[in-house]
């Protein structure tokens, strides 16, 4: 993975960056289950609320005011009428083909804490993915602009006064603003009425939709995410045939734009031959940040008892903690087996 990375910046895979909430892991690796989330439930709040550019400006943007109350103009009007009120009738699942991003790990995996889904190439082919008629979802590159906007003029409503999905699809849907570029985001979009529980009053729902761990081709653990995460998704996944990575967050070297703290990941493989300090299911979140030297050096300096450890006469009570904390691990994992 990481010789693709070097020669290409994306991976030909889809990536879904996942926090390391419960309800999130336990959602998608024992319930089966995936969010597409709501225009309404998204962290930007220029998204999807374009600048309507009108073909002359008069008074679309007045309101209008009568005994006490301020009526909406008619800028108001239309963009609640026919932008809020429909684009939340959708949900949407964000993708990316980076899996490396230092800042995206940040916001959309807690802080490195979560995980980040490498999906099969094919996965939009499985039936999870399909809508009721057998038909897929429209899965689209995001376009990013300068100035995020259209024209009113460019769309009109149909014969039941709303504006169809496909005028607004490329308007809005696949658009945003350059501020996230470096996110190289794709989209696929499905109506949330296929959901029973579908409440348009209610904008920060959470609606689930069925989820095969067959989409996923490997798993890359976040730097900082808890050993019982890992175990508990390894076991969850262990009738599936996927691959298991972790991420690396080198300290002293520099991403590809230039800024400090490279994402270097390690297969479940690699981490036994290249770099035997890290194991991936033992490993405490700050193990996994480390020096470029660190990941290099292969050698480990075997010793008979841990008095024989150079700085344990400094601080004895942390190296003998730290020995049968571990030790506890081992025997714990080795019981579960």
Known sequence: ?????????ELVNFCKYISDSPSVISGIFESHKIRFTQPAALNDPLEFNPTIKYHTINTQYTKYYLNGILLPSADDWFRIKYIINQINLYGI????????????????????????????PDFYKHSCMLSPAGESYKLEKVTYVNEYSFKLDDVAPDDNDRIPLEQVYDKIFFKKSSRWKDEREWRMVRPLHERDNFDIKEPQKIYLFDFSLDCIEAIIFGAMMSVKNKIFIKDCCKNHKLSFWQAIIIRNENDRDGRTGRIYLLSEDELKTKSPTFQLELSEPMACIADKEQIQYKGTLPIKDISEHPYFDVDKEYFLNYYNRNMGKQRDQHNSV
């Open 1 to 9: 993975m990481n010789e693709q990375l070097i020669e290409n910046p």
């Open 93 to 120: 699942l964000s993708l990316t083909r980076i899996p490396n991003s230092f800042s995206m790990w940040n916001l959309y995996s807690n802080g490195h804490k979560g995980a980040v889904l490498v999906l099969k």
